[in-house]
């Protein structure tokens, strides 16, 4: 196989695994916002189901963009590969603080951290190497992580604003 075609098929499988941990979170087993309010009731009082699907919509459409345009950015591909790696170690510290499995965990650890670190170490072993953008990318996805959190705050202003509960 082309390392080319190699290094290209890591960020497709991103997409995948982002895919999939979305499933896992929210489907089968399930569960994640609840868990999440119990981990972090402040920084999840005002998540809500619109705003984590549109959040878990983005990163998946995210990761197929990073793969699309592996080539021409391969700063984006590579913010969403360290977006997924720096979301697996907080389901891990999660789980680790509860004392029990916090959806997401397993997709993160079996799937995120290994596809995360070989995308990384593909750029670093290609002809287009650069330094400087393997750590603007691993800044630039810790930064993407916390995008729900500001969505949960302007929607706790707005709610507060309001004087809605937010409820319902």
């Known amino acids: 196989m082309d390392p080319e075609d190699k290094e290209s ?4 499988y991103l997409a995948a695994a982002s895919g999939a941990h979305v499933v896992e979170e929210y489907l ?3 569960g994640f916002l609840e868990s999440a309010k119990e981990i972090a009731p402040e920084a999840f009082e005002h998540a809500s189901l619109p705003i984590i699907f549109g959040v878990n919509a983005s990163m998946i459409l995210g990761c197929i ?3 699309l345009m592996r080539k021409r950015n391969p700063i984006h591909g590579l913010s969403m590969a360290s977006l997924l790696f720096v979301n ?3 389901h891990l ?3 680790i603080r509860m004392k029990k499995y916090v959806p997401g965990l397993v997709t993160g650890l079996v799937l995120y951290v290994p596809l995360s670190l070989h995308a990384f170490s593909a750029y670093k072993k290609s002809a287009e190497y650069k330094r400087s953008t393997a750590v603007r990318a691993a800044v630039q996805g810790l930064a993407y992580h916390s995008i729900p959190f500001v969505s949960f705050a302007i929607r706790g ?3 507060k604003g309001s004087g809605d509960s937010g409820e319902g």
């Not at 098929?9 to 497709?12: H, Q, T, Y």
């Open 93 to 95: 510290g999660a789980s």
């Open 9 to 12: 098929k890591i960020f497709w």
């Open 28 to 30: 089968w087993p399930g």
């Open 65 to 67: 963009y990073g793969a």
């Open 88 to 90: 697996s170690l907080i």
């Open 157 to 159: 202003a707005l709610i």
